[in-house]
């Protein structure tokens, strides 16, 4: 099974959006609390190419967006593939 890794921030809708989608899957993943103004969220910008919002999804170390990719990878059939 794949790596995977999400930076969150509390209240944040979108993030709760893709937890629940990867939790829908069954995936197992790494949930990094990751609010502005932390360590955690500049690393989530430095791994994303300077992406500053969350969620910041990364799938066995790649990154693959926030939650609308996400999203998008479920309707068209690529997330799995990236999951196995």
Known sequence: MAKV????????????????LLNSKGVKFN????????AEREEAI????GKTTVPQIFINGQSVGGCDDLLKMEETGKLDALLK
Request: glycine share 10%.
């Open 5 to 20: 890794e999400i930076y969150t921030q509390p209240g944040c809708p979108f993030c709760q959006k893709a937890l629940t």
């Open 46 to 49: 430095k791994r994303s190419g």
């Open 31 to 38: 949930q990094i609390n990751a609010p502005k103004g932390t």
